[in-house]
């Protein structure tokens, strides 16, 4: 849910709350307004009554047109004092009971005493109330439209520069060139957002470039010692030793070859992190491919596998030494998890060269074959960093890999 | 013939000049670039093995004086950096070669050779050794007065022994040497194996005695005797 909605979500009732007791008071209000003049009219009608009794000695007419009925009835020992009261009157010209108000009250005329009551219906007052309250409702209606209107344009506004910092944020690559430049604000609190993103960011591509940089300085610092056990190696062999010494020894050849390879690779992967292949050239990839097979060609022979190249004549923009890389990784690879006797398959279409070969009866796992370090059981010579290097290779030069398994050929395409 | 040794790393010199003494090379050694610009102020080298990171400077920055100097030593550069761009500066600079550590020890005395030969015979560059004459610029290999017709791999294997006459060369040098990079199988064993096998063959046939010996599995010996 949005922001917006939630907001609304809680300030709607609120406000539906604040107006519902807003019309209750204004209602409540102009009915004790309205009755109050009315009270007084009546009153004002006595004070009338009384003068003209004062004057003409008698009672006055009452008039059929008034507002106010006014009834005299003799009658009554002592004189009352002024009531003023609420009651449901018979008007017959609605042929209705209306509220009325009413004032009673007693008087002496020429030595009798009357009682008096004055009464007006409330009638007026209804509608008057009415009115107000329709007054209201519309004012509200009308305030909350505007008010929802107008907070959707400002809010919108206001919040743009926070949505802005995050889509920054979400594309933000912690091995991807430039920093985000963040939208102005003078909101604090975006402010204060957008520091904390920056700072993250900072950390990151720092660590990133540290981890980077760790990863290159260690890779360096392995050729030296290796580069001496090597060198030992190679003038140990020059004693004379017994079969066993020179098996031992042969062991020793093979890890310092793996640990090499190792971290030929490791450093490799940084190197293309790094982006350190700079210079892209059109390149003919056809004859880059028959050129890969001819060098593997001994390769190829040593395990009587065949292969089959159909290649369209097709052109990549790439840098020269990756697109060697990566070709010989991918036939590598072909020729190493094939079967003796089996087949490689290399087919160059328009944009896309799929390689495949026969192998392993079962695919290999699709999520994992890109990571590092992944391989099955027993593969020593195998670092598990092949698919990897393919993997950075297509990812830092816009081509895509993709894996398959059908009827015992596997087969990895690469797309650009 | 003698040779100047550059490398702070001492077990490492050592190594390499016990193994291209036996090339009947004379080696000095020396760890930093003030203690090799003192040598190379009172004496010249066929060759230069030259590390680059040393601890007080580049080795490249003493390439670069060397080369203004107008030296005509031969240099071989052995770096822990095994960058396109380092190789292509150093080669720029003017050294003949560029080893990535670690290196067979091996290799490092046929590139030495080779660099040595290219300067010492300058247009002709033929070694003779016994029977066999190996012309490096035409790439052809005569037994006595017949033209023996090798395979490309059989006669750099076969100039890869020569190098390294009289020592063990080992199965993963001579895959790194044939391949460098490119193959990574233990395949590659068996591929040597028929190319040793054939070569071998080659040559006996054409009269020559067996100067390819197999060192238990580990690898070959090149010798006259």
Redesign the interface.
């Known amino acids: 849910m949005k922001l917006t909605t939630h907001y609304y979500k809680h300030i709607v009732p609120a406000v539906m709350v604040l107006f519902v007791a807003v019309i209750g008071s204004a209602y409540f209000l102009i009915r004790h307004a309205l009755q109050r003049e009315l009270d007084l009219g009546l009153l004002r009608s006595k004070s009338r009554i009384e003068a003209y009794v004062k004057a003409n000695g008698r009672l006055p007419e009452v008039s059929a047109f008034d507002d106010q009925h006014i009834v005299f009835e003799p009658g009554g020992s002592r004189a009352a004092a002024d009531s003023l009261s609420s009651t449901m009157v018979y008007i017959p010209e609605q042929k209705k009971m209306h509220i009325s108000r009413k004032l009673s009250f007693s008087m002496m005329v020429n030595g009798q005493l009357w009682g008096i009551t004055i009464s007006q219906p409330l009638e007026g007052t209804r509608h008057m109330t009415i009115l107000v309250v329709e007054i209201t409702v519309v004012t509200i209606l009308l305030t909350l439209f505007f008010f929802i209107l107008v907070n959707r344009q400002v809010l919108s506004k206001i919040w743009r520069p926070f949505y802005r910092s995050l889509e920054l944020i979400g594309s933000f690559k912690v091995d991807g060139g430039a920093e985000p430049t963040y939208p102005e604000t003078n909101i604090d609190e975006f402010q204060l957002m957008n520091t904390h993103f920056r700072q993250a960011a900072e950390n990151a591509s720092r660590d990133y470039r540290n981890l980077r940089e760790f990863t290159e300085n260690a890779s360096h610092e392995l050729q030296t010692p290796l580069a001496i056990v090597r060198s030992n190696l190679d003038l140990l062999a020059q004693e004379g030793m017994s079969e066993r010494q020179s098996e031992l020894m042969q062991g020793v050849y093979t890890a310092v070859r793996r640990m090499k390879r190792l971290q030929e690779s490791l450093l490799l992967l940084t190197k293309i992190d790094n982006r350190q292949f700079t210079g892209v050239d059109d390149i003919r990839i056809d004859l880059a491919i028959s050129d890969k097979v001819h060098q593997l060609q001994e390769l190829l022979h040593a395990r009587s596998l065949h292969c089959k190249l159909e290649l369209e004549e097709a052109s990549i923009p790439a840098n020269r030494e990756l697109l060697d890389i990566l070709l010989n990784n991918l036939f590598s690879n072909a020729i190493r998890h094939n079967i003796s006797e089996g087949e490689i398959h290399a087919q160059l279409e328009g944009h896309s060269l799929r390689v495949s070969n026969t192998g392993a009866a079962e695919a290999l796992d699709g999520s994992r074959i890109f990571r590092r370090f992944y391989k099955k059981a027993n593969q020593s010579d195998n670092n598990g960093l092949g698919l990897s290097i393919i993997k950075q290779i297509c990812d830092t030069t816009a081509m895509k890999v993709q894996y398959a398994f059908a009827e015992g050929w596997h087969s990895f395409t690469i797309s650009w | 013939m003698n040779v100047l040794i550059i490398e702070d790393?001492p077990?490492?010199s050592r190594?390499?000049s016990?193994?291209l003494l036996?090339s009947l090379y004379v080696c000095e050694t020396v760890a930093t670039v003030a203690m090799a610009k003192a040598k190379l102020d009172h004496a010249s080298y066929d060759c230069i093995v030259l590390d680059i990171g040393l601890p007080d400077g580049s080795g490249l920055e003493l390439l670069r004086e060397l080369k203004q100097k107008n030296e005509s030593d031969g240099v071989v550069i052995?770096s822990?950096?095994?960058?396109?761009?380092d190789k292509l500066a150093g080669l720029g600079l003017g050294a003949d070669d560029y080893l990535?550590?670690?290196?067979?020890?091996?290799e490092l005395s046929a590139r030495v050779n080779a660099i040595i030969r290219r300067r010492a015979f300058d247009g002709r560059n033929v070694i003779t050794l016994d029977r066999l004459t190996i012309d490096l610029l035409c790439k052809s290999i005569r037994v006595d007065d017949t033209e023996l017709s090798l395979t490309r791999?059989e006669y750099d294997l076969l100039v890869y022994f020569v190098s390294n006459k009289n020592?063990?060369v080992?199965k993963?040098?001579i895959a790194d040497h044939l391949w460098e990079?490119?193959?990574?199988?233990?395949?590659?064993f068996?591929?040597i194996y028929?190319h040793v096998k054939n070569l071998r063959k080659k040559l006996m046939e054409a009269g020559c005695p067996d100067y390819i010996k197999s060192?238990?599995?580990?690898?070959y010996k090149f010798s006259l005797a």
């Open positions: 790393e077990s490492l190594n390499i016990s193994y036996q052995i822990a950096k095994n960058s396109l761009d990535t550590k670690p290196f067979h020890l091996a791999k020592r063990v080992t993963e040098s990079a490119s193959v990574q199988m233990t395949d590659s068996d591929i028929s060192v238990h599995g580990m690898g």
